[in-house]
């Protein structure tokens, strides 16, 4: 059974800076597109960043966060990373990670992770 758990989540001051985790279990995640979602009440999920397999490891970001979040895997530990700097407070919302194929769509994603929230405060 496939397991992603979210951490990292929190509360922070805009201009400041948080850390997600995704952790995996069964499933390797190096063979597989990991992707960051959030989404906000009363909105559609949006794609944050997605990191390919662990071979090419190509990224992708959304526009709006690109130069500020990045993405990042750590195979020995089997868990993807979400780097987010200069944090704004249209930021806030439950950030998702998921696995799948690599795309900006949710559907290509298959299995997803709880989410954790992020706010950030003007």
């Known amino acids: 059974q496939v397991q992603l758990v979210e951490s990292g989540g929190g509360l922070v001051q805009a201009g400041g800076s948080l850390r997600l985790s995704c952790a995996a279990s069964g499933r390797t995640l190096s063979r597989y597109t990991v992707g960051w979602f959030r989404q906000v009440p009363g909105k559609e999920r949006e794609f944050v960043a997605a990191?390919?397999?662990?071979?090419?490891?190509?990224?992708n970001y959304a526009d709006s966060v690109k130069g500020r979040f990045t993405i990042s895997r750590d195979n020995a530990k089997n868990t993807v990373y979400l780097q987010m700097n200069n944090l704004k407070p249209e930021d806030t919302a439950v950030y998702y990670c998921?696995?799948?194929?690599?795309?900006?769509?949710?559907?290509?994603?298959?299995?997803w992770g709880q989410g954790t929230q992020v706010t950030v405060s003007s």
């Open positions: 998921a696995t799948g194929s690599y795309s900006i769509r949710e559907e290509s994603y298959d299995y």
């Open positions: 990191i390919r397999w662990s071979y090419s490891s190509t990224t």
